[in-house]
C-alpha cells in the first residue's frame, strides 16, 4: 500500500476539473493490479460554498500526538493497494508524477506492508510489528461494514456524500526496542489479548470476552488497549480497520492506522477518547496523518469542490 497526500499548487481556478483529471489518470495508472482510492481533505473545499461532509475537518491532535505538519493533512489523499508490492509502488510513482506534472506539490507520502496478511472468518488479519495479530474487532459481513462505514441519508449530509465514508490516517511510529524488552506476558497486558487474538480470560478470538465478570480488571487490566477502546464488546466500535505497517529505516518502524466510518465522533473520536491514559502511550506516538472524506462511487462528487 502507498499512499500520497497532494496540496494544490496553484490559487484560484477550477478546483474541480483539476481533481478530475487527477483522478483519472491516476485510476489508469493503478490499472488492474492495483487498486487506487481518493479522500478529500476539508482545504480542498475553500471557496466552494457550504458542500463540505460536515463533520470533515483538521485533524486535531489527541493526548500524546506529536504531529509533524510537513507529514500531516493535505488537500487530497491517493493510495493504492494490491498483492504485488512492486505493482503498488509503480502506481505510486507514477501518481506522483503526475500530479507534479498537472501543478499539484507533493505534501508527504508513506508506504505500508501488512505481515502475514491473510482472511479468517471473513475478517482481513495481519501482524504488526509488536508481534500482535489485529483486525479480529472488524465485522464479518459486507453488510455490517456497510453499516458501520457508509454515510447515509438523514444525517444531515449533502447529498452528493451519501455512500461516502470518513477515513482516519494516523501515522504511528512504535518503539519497537522498549517494547521487546518487556516479557511476552506483559505485553498481552498493555493489549488485553494474547498475540494470537484470544482473550486473556481464554475466551477463543472469534468470541467476545466477559468484561463484566472481571470488573477490577483482574484478568484483562482496565487500562489495557483493546478494554479501552470497545469496554461493551457486544456494541463495538463505529468503524472499520485495515491498518498496515511500515519501516522507514533508523528504527523508525510503526503502522499506518487506517480507518473508515459513517460518522467521525460516534467512531474513531469516540475510541480516541476512551484511549487517554491507556498503557501502551509510552511505546506509541502519532507523528502524522489527518482527516479525509472518501467519495462513493461516481461522478457527482467533482461538482461539490468546484
Given at each position: 500500500?502507498?499512499?500520497?497526500?497532494?496540496?494544490?499548487?496553484?490559487?484560484?481556478?477550477?478546483?474541480?476539473?483539476?481533481?478530475?483529471?487527477?483522478?483519472?489518470?491516476?485510476?489508469?495508472?493503478?490499472?488492474?493490479?492495483?487498486?487506487?482510492?481518493?479522500?478529500?481533505?476539508?482545504?480542498?473545499?475553500?471557496?466552494?460554498?457550504?458542500?463540505?461532509?460536515?463533520?470533515?475537518?483538521?485533524?486535531?491532535?489527541?493526548?500524546?500526538?506529536?504531529?509533524?505538519?510537513?507529514?500531516?493533512?493535505?488537500?487530497?489523499?491517493?493510495?493504492?493497494?494490491?498483492?504485488?508490492?512492486?505493482?503498488?509502488?509503480?502506481?505510486?510513482?507514477?501518481?506522483?508524477?503526475?500530479?507534479?506534472?498537472?501543478?499539484?506539490?507533493?505534501?508527504?507520502?508513506?508506504?505500508?506492508?501488512?505481515?502475514?496478511?491473510?482472511?479468517?472468518?471473513?475478517?482481513?488479519?495481519?501482524?504488526?510489528?509488536?508481534?500482535?495479530?489485529?483486525?479480529?474487532?472488524?465485522?464479518?459481513?459486507?453488510?455490517?461494514?456497510?453499516?458501520?462505514?457508509?454515510?447515509?441519508?438523514?444525517?444531515?449530509?449533502?447529498?452528493?456524500?451519501?455512500?461516502?465514508?470518513?477515513?482516519?490516517?494516523?501515522?504511528?511510529?512504535?518503539?519497537?526496542?522498549?517494547?521487546?524488552?518487556?516479557?511476552?506476558?506483559?505485553?498481552?497486558?498493555?493489549?488485553?489479548?494474547?498475540?494470537?487474538?484470544?482473550?486473556?480470560?481464554?475466551?477463543?478470538?472469534?468470541?467476545?470476552?466477559?468484561?463484566?465478570?472481571?470488573?477490577?480488571?483482574?484478568?484483562t487490566p482496565l487500562d489495557s488497549h483493546v478494554r479501552l477502546a470497545a469496554p461493551d464488546r457486544r456494541n463495538p466500535p463505529q468503524l472499520v480497520r485495515r491498518s498496515y505497517s511500515y519501516d522507514r529505516g533508523d528504527g523508525d518502524t510503526g503502522i499506518i492506522?487506517?480507518?473508515?466510518?459513517?460518522?467521525?465522533?460516534?467512531?474513531?473520536?469516540?475510541?480516541?477518547?476512551?484511549?487517554?491514559?491507556?498503557?501502551?502511550?509510552?511505546?506509541?506516538?502519532?507523528?502524522?496523518?489527518?482527516?479525509?472524506?472518501?467519495?462513493?462511487?461516481?461522478?457527482?462528487?467533482?461538482?461539490?469542490?468546484?
Amino acid at each position: 500500500m502507498g499512499i500520497v497526500a497532494l496540496d494544490r499548487g496553484w490559487s484560484g481556478g477550477e478546483v474541480g476539473r483539476a481533481v478530475r483529471a487527477l483522478v483519472e489518470k491516476a485510476r489508469s495508472a493503478g490499472g488492474v493490479d492495483a487498486a487506487v482510492g481518493f479522500g478529500l481533505g476539508v482545504s480542498l473545499f475553500e471557496g466552494a460554498g457550504s458542500r463540505e461532509p460536515r463533520q470533515l475537518k483538521t485533524m486535531p491532535t489527541f493526548a500524546g500526538d506529536l504531529l509533524d505538519p510537513a507529514q500531516s493533512h493535505g488537500d487530497l489523499l491517493v493510495r493504492a493497494a494490491g498483492e504485488d508490492a512492486a505493482v503498488v509502488r509503480k502506481a505510486v510513482a507514477e501518481v506522483k508524477a503526475v500530479a507534479v506534472k498537472a501543478g499539484w506539490i507533493v505534501r508527504w507520502a508513506i508506504d505500508g506492508f501488512r505481515a502475514d496478511n491473510r482472511l479468517e472468518g471473513g475478517r482481513g488479519l495481519a501482524r504488526n510489528p509488536f508481534h500482535f495479530t489485529e483486525g479480529f474487532g472488524n465485522p464479518e459481513s459486507e453488510r455490517e461494514v456497510a453499516d458501520r462505514v457508509l454515510v447515509r441519508e438523514g444525517q444531515g449530509e449533502p447529498e452528493w456524500a451519501v455512500g461516502g465514508s470518513y477515513q482516519v490516517v494516523r501515522v504511528i511510529r512504535f518503539a519497537t526496542e522498549l517494547w521487546d524488552k518487556d516479557s511476552v506476558d506483559e505485553q498481552e497486558r498493555i493489549m488485553g489479548r494474547r498475540r494470537d487474538g484470544g482473550w486473556l480470560d481464554g475466551a477463543p478470538a472469534g468470541e467476545e470476552p466477559n468484561f463484566a465478570a472481571d470488573p477490577k480488571g483482574r484478568r484483562t487490566p482496565l487500562d489495557s488497549h483493546v478494554r479501552l477502546a470497545a469496554p461493551d464488546r457486544r456494541n463495538p466500535p463505529q468503524l472499520v480497520r485495515r491498518s498496515y505497517s511500515y519501516d522507514r529505516g533508523d528504527g523508525d518502524t510503526g503502522i499506518i492506522f487506517n480507518c473508515f466510518q459513517r460518522d467521525l465522533a460516534k467512531g474513531f473520536e469516540a475510541v480516541q477518547k476512551r484511549l487517554e491514559g491507556e498503557a501502551l502511550a509510552k511505546y506509541v506516538l502519532t507523528t502524522g496523518g489527518g482527516y479525509f472524506f472518501v467519495p462513493p462511487p461516481g461522478d457527482a462528487w467533482f461538482d461539490a469542490v468546484s
